[in-house]
């Protein structure tokens, strides 16, 4: 679908830019959120009327965003999970998560669209993202994930977590489990020491 843009949108476009997009997101995000109109004469018409108060609007969402960079900077984003032997967390920690948190810790609110972390954390460990206050103001934040505040804080020092043989630290993704195949030998010598032992107890009983 084509559209004309009435908000500046990060790797799309800027205001006024005439633009092709999937019709769902057209229809489920763009149009209803007053970001774009449908494109036709008599929107260019409409939008070269309001062209002069979209930029200001946008300008006014730009400052207001920026009044909120130092807020976003001292949140302190720390999350205590449940997670396995092998630092793995039991669910995840998501943009939704992080952007309510933000709103709690610094009264800052943003969507989560607007929380730039991509895939969902499932991990202990400290994390970099970013936070899209406005498409021209994004602020890199460090996401720290543990089971207690004091795994937390050994992060923020630059700590190592080890959980088994496995080390945890800054900037790292805890590693996959052990594959199944990788265990199978264990499993088979348990299974001989029983057969073994069975054994033993019919040569005693003869």
């Known amino acids: 679908m084509k559209v004309i843009l009435t908000e500046k949108i990060s790797k799309l476009g800027h205001i006024g830019d005439t633009v092709e997009v999937a019709t769902g997101y057209a229809r489920n995000y763009l149009l209803p959120n007053g970001k774009a109109l449908r494109w036709s004469k008599g929107n260019v018409a409409l939008f070269e009327a309001k062209k002069a108060e979209l930029h200001a609007r946008h300008e006014s969402a730009k400052s207001k965003a920026e009044s909120e960079v130092k807020s976003v900077e001292s949140a302190k984003f720390h999350m205590i999970r449940s997670a396995g032997d092998t630092g793995h967390l039991y669910g995840s920690v998501s943009s939704r998560d992080i952007a309510r948190m933000l709103n709690e810790l610094a009264g800052v609110a943003v969507e989560s669209n607007q929380v730039l972390l991509g895939n969902p954390i499932k991990t202990i460990g400290a ?42 630290e800054d900037e790292e993704v805890a590693p996959q489990p052990e594959a199944a195949d990788e265990v199978a030998p264990e499993s088979k010598t348990q299974a001989e020491e029983k057969a073994d032992e069975v054994a033993d107890n019919e040569s005693a009983s003869e």
Do not use: R, S
Request: proline share 5%; no cysteine.
């Open 127 to 168: 994390f970099d993202t970013k936070i899209a206050l406005h498409p021209d103001v994004i602020v890199p934040v460090k996401v720290y994930v543990a089971q207690t505040q004091d795994e937390i804080d050994a992060l923020v020092a630059g700590k190592v977590l080890t959980f088994g043989t496995k080390k945890i």
